[in-house]
């Protein structure tokens, strides 16, 4: 009877096992079905959307939890965590590993995806002029940009944790995280703003032509320098990120240590490389990484100001004219891919930083 009772519920568990996630699939595909073909109002029939993703998801995780919920203790714990991180996973894999592995092999294909050409697109992409342009542009922006944000982000946040109008300072500074890279490209479009005479609207140009000089067309004439130029609007946006995550690193040194050091004599350029840099090296790593990311992946700044012409070019703006522009979907997916590469290993490190410091 015993051995027959525990057939009996095994099979009524692989049968909930079965039907539920089978059902919640037939129900919500039916659900969309209806969404797809609705002649509902668009307003209505997009507030209804919204509702049914909220209580789909809720109901999802309802019905496989109460499953889980019918099998004995020892498998219960081992299956739930699986049934909440599962379809995040699931779901992650769809839109990211898949996507990537489509890509890859694309790559290995001509423009129209037909004809297999191996490595050749790889070989054209350091070997094509055009594309070598974008990758030394992107190495600009990851030497310059990094530095100059990480340093002056670390510099402001000393300096400004010593004034009396701290908060004054590092909210002006923090002031252009809150704008889009798009919205700042079309601010610093008019800050480098050129047209031929001395009336000026731009107000670079403005200031040069008070003071005696020649306006100049900062983006297109100036070459290679116009990079910098570039370069000097993320500059200005992501100071303040990197001033902010340092002063919280640097307001939790132990206030006795640095006071021990003075006191034994250490003057305060030594306590900053002694002590201070050693103290936050962990989030001056993080930092680093975070910003040297954004500038591998740069794209709006580049594309709002000049569209890629003048030899500012960079991986991204190039994938996005090789692909959707000139219809090339192998030279486009091989440069995202290259992308992809310089991002893991920086990516890698971080991980590491954030399990050496017990984030996981």
Not at 294 to 314: N, S
Request: hydrophobic residues 55%; positive net charge.
């Amino acid at each position: 009877m015993e051995l027959q009772a525990r057939k009996g519920n095994a099979l009524r568990l692989l049968l909930l096992s079965v039907l539920v996630p089978a059902l919640n699939i037939a129900v919500h595909w039916c659900i969309f079905l209806f969404f797809r073909d609705s002649s509902l109002p668009p307003v209505l029939n997009a507030v209804l959307a919204v509702l049914w993703g909220a209580l789909g998801i809720y109901s999802i995780y309802y019905s496989f939890n109460w499953v889980v919920e019918q099998y004995p203790d020892q498998w219960k714990r081992r299956i739930l965590p699986f049934v909440f991180v599962g379809p995040a996973v699931l779901l992650l894999g769809w839109l990211l590993v898949f996507p990537t592995l489509r890509t890859l092999y694309l790559s290995f294909f001509d423009a129209g995806s037909v004809n297999f050409v191996g490595f050749a697109n790889y070989m054209a992409v350091f070997t094509d002029r055009l594309l070598l342009m974008a990758l030394r542009n992107n190495l600009l922006w990851v030497f310059f940009g990094t530095l100059a944000c990480v340093g002056l982000g670390l510099l402001i946040a000393i300096l400004a944790d010593r004034s009396s109008f701290e908060k004054l300072a590092k909210g002006l500074i923090f002031m252009p995280m809150a704008i889009s890279f798009v919205a700042a490209g079309v601010i610093w479009k008019f800050i480098y703003y050129y047209q031929p005479g001395n009336e000026q609207i731009g107000l670079l140009n403005a200031i040069v032509v008070k003071f005696g000089g020649e306006p100049q067309a900062w983006l297109s004439m100036i070459q290679p320098w116009n990079n910098l130029f570039l370069i000097a609007i993320l500059i200005w946006m992501q100071t303040g990120f990197a001033m902010v995550i340092f002063s919280a690193a640097i307001k939790s040194i132990p206030e006795d240590m640095l006071e021990a050091a003075r006191m034994d004599g250490a003057g305060e350029v030594r306590i900053f490389f002694k002590i201070m840099i050693p103290y936050i090296a962990g989030t001056l790593l993080s930092v680093t990484t975070t910003i040297i990311v954004f500038t591998l992946k740069i794209f709006d700044v580049v594309m709002i100001m000049t569209g890629g012409q003048y030899e500012t070019d960079v991986v991204a703006t190039q994938f996005y004219r090789q692909l959707f522009m000139y219809q090339n979907a192998g030279y486009g997916s091989t440069l995202a891919i290259v992308l992809l590469i310089a991002v893991i290993p920086v990516i890698i490190i971080n991980l590491r930083q954030f399990r050496r410091e017990g984030g996981f």
